[in-house]
Nanobody
């Protein structure tokens, strides 16, 4: 089993900064992509940023230039640095990982999700 635990959400004023971190643990053989999604009330969950094991990054257009994703492959952690926050960034942020596990000799690749952390940006 694999667990993702997020930390770092909270309340911040517009223009402020927050860092979100996520650590994956469990029966992990490798992680291909690791990143962050968010879901605002009444909205669909959307990709915020993702980083592959090879270093390729993807950002939502709405956060380009403001958010930075980094990853420590050895520690199975991912960090999202969020600057110049806007009220429209308010959402529950979820860590997600595309994980390869090997259990009893059987390999499997699945997506795992954290429970989410609330980010609220006040105007």
């Amino acid at each position: 089993q694999v667990q993702l635990v997020e930390s770092g959400g909270g309340l911040v004023q517009a223009g402020g900064s927050l860092n979100l971190s996520c650590a994956a643990s469990g029966s992990i053989f490798g992680i291909e992509a690791m990143g962050w999604y968010r879901q605002a009330p009444g909205e669909l969950r959307e990709l915020v940023a993702s980083k592959s094991s090879g270093g390729s990054t993807v950002y939502a257009d709405s956060v380009k230039g403001r958010f930075t994703i980094s990853r420590d492959n050895a520690k199975n952690t991912v960090l999202l640095r969020m600057n110049s926050l806007k009220p429209t960034d308010t959402a529950v942020y979820y860590c997600a990982a595309d994980v390869l596990t090997v259990v009893a000799g059987l390999a499997a690749r699945n997506d795992f999700w954290g429970r989410g952390t609330q980010v609220t940006v006040s105007s």
